[in-house]
RNA sequence: GGAGAGGUGGCAGAGUGGUUGAAUGCGGCGGUCUUGAAAACCGUUGUACCGAGGAAUCGGUACCGGGGGUUCGAAUCCCUCCCUCUCCGCCA
């Protein structure tokens, strides 16, 4: 959410970042409202200092045993007109709240203007020393051949239990992918100083709200409708909101979390794209970073966040490169972001195996996150998170880098010690 | 799910219809004392919005879990929802 004052100040800032978002443009409706309810508000105050006045003569006149009744039958009107105007300047506050809700946050200058993921710009890549892109011949296997081959990966019986995009992991397979999880978790806290959180994987209304994805991406977002909880799309939901409703000390910032949860997505409208076996699924394992710091800290803090997430590629040794998301690409919360593309030779594509996003104070505002100086007044934190990072497309990245010529899949060496095996065949 | 208790400022904790934005304590900030610190003592201390001002600041309004109601007037009374705790039931 932006300042409406912010907004008010910025209007063809603002309305170039909803243009550029591909977002709807309710802002001449907003300011209208904004005016409307200064308008109102000036009114309404005005008679309730006047009630208030009042109140104060007759609880005098009380006191002192005198007769209040010609105050209070005056006040008796004051105090309806006083109830017509509250009402109404509700109502336009509430049209302002949710239009607020509906309006993305600005791209930093530092972003790439662009229209598409085609404009997003490469800014390095990596991979181990000797790794040559191309395969030696064409007999590797994909990611959903070799893993049934090895009876590691379960797409079918996955879609007889719960429906298709819910793989299950099986034997070896569910081994390496808990390895995974476990190795990346204890590398951000042990190498990165990050503290472990293993939150709640249904979250109520106003955290998913605090975060960005509710109103814009409810239809993505699974949700059990007795309870209005929401399974979550990333544990940056339920981490992020950690802190809702708080005032953090300056000292203590930046606070680093890491978490490793379960992730559930509907991918509402998504069919056809990019959609076989763990290109897409509806529910995924993720590690995810986050952090609260100070405004003049999150840049720097961002680019802190990526190296984090590509040391984990590094010590897995997996090719990858950076990209620079455009303007067009970025996500309706954040300010700037960095996909981290794992390579997948047997695609030969790069596939996005994590996000790391600055937010600003876009998602603290909303989540009413804030910290104090010494001495100051409460300030928006700014939020950024990044995955650390999903296991799916990166255990496609493996499978693919790792097989050997025969068909088996060779642990990265890095796993080794949490699965007690070499190498699965 | 049933019965009961409760949700008040950064924290703890008073307050049951009218100078209560809210006692008191802790913490924080400033000061006295001290070579320095601690202790002691004195003073001070919330947030948001609207308006005025260059600014320090000032004026107004709102806020005692959320929403609604009663009343001239609500932290205080009523309704409703949420949450926490205790006991019982059920259960991994």
Known sequence: MLDLKFIRENVSLVKEAIKSKHEKDNLDQLLELDTKRRELLKLVEEL?????????????????????????QKMKSVSDEISVLDKQLSEIEKQINDILLTIPNIPHSSVPIGEDSTQNVEVRRWAPEGYSYELQNNHYLDHLALGKKLGILDFERGAKISGSGFPV?????????????????????????????????????????????IPKLEEDM?????????????????????????????????????????????????????????????QFNKVEMVKFVK????????????????????ELKIPYRIMLLCTGDLSFSAAKCYDI???????????????????????????????????????????????GLATSRLMVAIMENYQTPEGKLIVPKALQKYTGFEIID
């Open 48 to 72: 309730k200092s006047q009630k208030n006045k009042a109140s104060d003569e007759v609880a005098r006149l009380k006191r002192e045993g005198r007769d209040a009744s010609e105050i209070i």
């Open 169 to 213: 992991y099986v034997g070896k397979g569910a081994t390496l992918e808990r390895a995974l999880i476990n190795f990346m978790l204890d590398y951000h806290i042990q190498k990165h100083g990050y503290k472990e959180i293993f939150p709640p994987f249904l979250v109520n209304r106003d955290s998913m709200i605090g975060t960005g994805q």
């Open 222 to 282: 699974y949700h059990c409708n007795e309870d209005d909880l929401f399974p979550i799309p990333t544990a940056e939901v339920p981490i992020t909101n950690f802190y809702r409703d708080e005032i953090l000390m300056e000292e203590n910032l930046p606070i680093k979390f890491v978490g490793y949860s379960a992730c559930f997505r509907r991918e509402a409208g998504s069919y056809g794209k990019e959609t076989k076996g763990f290109l897409r699924v509806h």
């Open 295 to 314: 405004p003049e800290d999150s840049y720097d803090e961002l680019e802190k966040l990526v190296n984090d997430a590509e040391d984990i590629l590094k």
């Open 341 to 387: 593309e794992v390579w997948a030779p047997v695609e030969k594509k790069y596939l996005e195996a994590s996000s790391c996003s600055n937010f600003e104070s876009f998602q603290a505002r909303r989540a009413n996150i804030r910290f104090r100086r010494k001495g100051g007044k409460p300030e928006f934190v700014h939020t950024l998170n990044g995955s």
